[in-house]
């Protein structure tokens, strides 16, 4: 019979933990997030360690071509940072991304965690109504004065009034819709020069961080304005979606046009279909290309 003890034990932060539980993982991602916590904040709270393939193959009992795909997006999202690559006789170096609304499409706001354990984070008490329900501290003991004087739930004088389960959770839903949310998107939406493929677009950029949404608008603007002085077409412009999409496009342009790229063709005010002048890259030959990707949307 299993009897795990209380030492040692793993010294994590329970506001990571609680976003951990919130993220939408399939199992096997699940699986080697928890391990590289199990071998980093596990032994004496290290923040990094040597992790190869093998270890969590072994550890997740997931074959290596399944873990590889696995370890390979959760870098490609951000959950994960490699903090030295793997070489020969040397071991990739593994970290826990501690901004976890920076996990791309696993990333997770702070408002999608119960409001028990957000005021958990910050050291508050409880919601006294939510312990009774579950029988915490708050529940009254024997002796004590269950309801206050007026009635049961009547709000006393300079007490507020606490909204239930169902206005609360109304409240939430509201709050996090598309059409409520003050998410800066269409500032983004209206500087980016090929606006299809609204809904998508949305959707993906619920999955970026603040600072993401600041930097992407960014770099919509920096496009927009190379666009309109180079002519290029707006066929060989991903859609909005593959902009902000998991391969983060967006980071060439943030802080302004890349190395190589003009304001015209250099043949008067004709259009240039690329007015690329140094060497290309694949990957700038796979931005103006624009293939379309597995994910790709319609407009």
Not at 41 to 53: F, M, W
Not at 125 to 134: K, N, Y
Not at 223 to 236: D, K, M, T, W
Request: aromatic letters at 8%; proline letters at 8%; a negative charge.
């Amino acid at each position: 019979m299993a009897s795990p003890q209380p030492v040692p034990f793993v010294q994590f932060s329970k506001e990571l933990l609680d976003a951990a539980i919130r993220a939408p993982w399939p199992a096997t991602h699940l699986q080697v997030v928890l391990t590289v916590v199990r071998l980093t904040y596990g032994d004496h709270g290290k923040r990094q360690a040597e992790i190869s393939l093998g270890t969590l193959e072994k550890a997740t009992g997931r074959d290596h071509h399944h873990v590889k795909r696995t370890l390979d997006s959760l870098l490609a999202e951000g959950v994960l940072v490699e903090v030295r690559a793997p070489a020969f006789g040397r071991t990739r170096v593994l970290a826990l991304q501690k901004d976890y609304e920076r996990w791309g499409r696993f990333a997770v706001s702070p408002a999608q965690v119960p409001d028990f354990l957000r005021h958990d984070w910050q050291g508050v008490p409880v919601d006294p109504q939510g312990e009774q329900e579950h029988g915490g501290a708050g529940a009254p003991q024997g002796g004590e004065q269950e309801h206050p004087p007026g009635g049961a739930g009547a709000p006393q004088e300079g007490e507020q009034e606490h909204p239930t389960k169902e206005e609360t959770r109304a409240i939430r839903d509201k709050e996090h819709s598309p059409a409520h949310a003050d998410d800066g998107f269409c500032d983004f939406w209206s500087n980016y020069p090929r606006r299809v493929g609204k809904d998508e677009a949305q959707k993906r950029w619920q999955r970026l961080s603040r600072s993401d949404r600041r930097s992407a608008t960014a770099a919509a603007g920096h496009l927009a304005e190379y666009v309109r002085e180079s002519g290029q077409e707006l066929r060989f412009i991903p859609f909005p979606a593959t902009f902000i999409g998991p391969k983060r496009r967006w980071t060439d342009w943030q802080d302004g046009r890349p190395p190589g790229y003009s304001g015209s063709n250099g043949r008067g005010n004709a259009p240039a279909q690329n007015s690329y002048q140094g060497e290309r890259t694949d990957r700038d030959r796979e931005f103006f290309t624009n293939t379309p990707e597995a994910d790709e949307v319609t407009p």
